[in-house]
């Protein structure tokens, strides 16, 4: 990639290591023209995702999230190219083809973020997951390799376990936002309650749910763990961060857990795990 100043890569590689580390780390394993084009993607989804913490009603955030739109669609002109961010994006879009209509649908879905309306179906958050991990998966897979429907296949799957991990691991910090991303339908199923949750009360019932997600992911992860071998090996760098969600998963999966104690595991840990997998079968053959 060319065009844009050292200084917009740096803010972009600094913005991701310090909001999104695991896919900071995974993208150390890649070529330097891929690895900058990647931190601009992740850079764009860190921005998008971090809206909610930023503002305190919805309107301001539905701002925010419409001036990306408008940057996508094009409508944006001059303070694009003072974004370093939105720079960036940009030049990946362009140095790599990537499709924008994915990139727009990503933001439109966030908006549910910015309110605290419950997740209400697995089905519901199916979607949420797909236009949003599965869709950021498969545009990275296509700054690593040319697309195909197998990549895509791949990216659903991988971006539908990634998800649910992160709703597990992320519910202290929604439930003390009285936010829900952990389908209602899914508690009710299992007769545990809203308010429960909200009030950070660990339940059979709300273990009993989480316990159904995990199980999800859990499927949704050997799915994509066998497809890795179906797609090209320049490809498969972009779903390293697979590797987190499944270390991830087993550690949020243990019975002794306090579902609303945050526990982030350590950066050098997470080093560690892409390292592994990076080296492994997978990733080498």
């Known amino acids: 990639m060319s065009g844009a100043p050292a200084a917009d890569a740096a803010f972009c590689a600094d913005l991701v290591r310090s909001h999104d580390f695991a896919r900071y780390a995974a993208t150390l394993f890649v070529p330097a023209n891929e690895r900058r084009a990647l931190l601009a993607l992740y850079a764009f989804n860190a921005e998008i995702v971090r809206v909610r913490d930023q503002v305190t009603q919805p309107l301001p955030g539905e701002i925010r999230l419409q001036w990306w739109t408008d940057m996508l669609a094009g409508h944006v002109h001059g303070s694009a190219e003072g974004n370093p961010v939105a720079a960036e994006l940009l030049i990946a879009i362009r140095d790599y083809d990537l499709p924008v209509e994915p990139l727009s649908r990503l933001v439109e879905e966030h908006q549910f973020d910015l309110y605290n309306d419950p997740m209400p179906t697995m089905a519901a958050l199916e979607g949420y997951l797909t236009e949003t991990c599965?869709?950021?998966?498969?545009?990275?897979?296509?700054?690593?390799?040319?697309?195909?429907?197998?990549?895509?296949?791949?990216?659903?799957?991988?971006?539908?376990?990634?998800?649910?991990?992160?709703?597990?691991?992320?519910?202290?910090?929604?439930?003390?936002?009285?936010?829900?991303?952990?389908?209602?339908?899914?508690?009710?199923?299992?007769?545990?309650?809203?308010?429960?949750?909200?009030?950070?009360?660990?339940?059979?019932?709300?273990?009993?749910?989480?316990?159904?997600?995990?199980?999800?992911?859990?499927?949704?992860?050997?799915?994509?763990?066998?497809?890795?071998?179906?797609?090209?090996?320049?490809?498969?760098p972009a779903f390293l961060p697979l590797a987190v969600a499944r270390r991830d998963l087993a550690r949020l999966s243990r019975a002794d857990r306090n579902p609303f104690l945050s526990q982030p595991p350590s950066r050098l840990g997470t080093l560690w795990t892409l390292w592994r997998a990076s080296r492994s079968r997978q990733f080498t053959k």
């Open 134 to 236: 599965s869709a950021l998966l498969s545009l990275a897979a296509r700054i690593c390799a040319r697309p195909s429907e197998a990549i895509d296949h791949l990216a659903r799957h991988a971006g539908l376990a990634q998800g649910m991990v992160q709703v597990i691991a992320s519910l202290p910090r929604d439930a003390a936002h009285r936010q829900l991303f952990v389908p209602q339908q899914l508690l009710e199923g299992h007769g545990s309650a809203i308010e429960e949750v909200f009030a950070a009360k660990e339940t059979p019932t709300l273990r009993a749910a989480l316990d159904e997600l995990a199980s999800e992911a859990r499927k949704h992860i050997a799915t994509a763990t066998s497809l890795l071998a179906e797609i090209p090996l320049q490809a498969r």
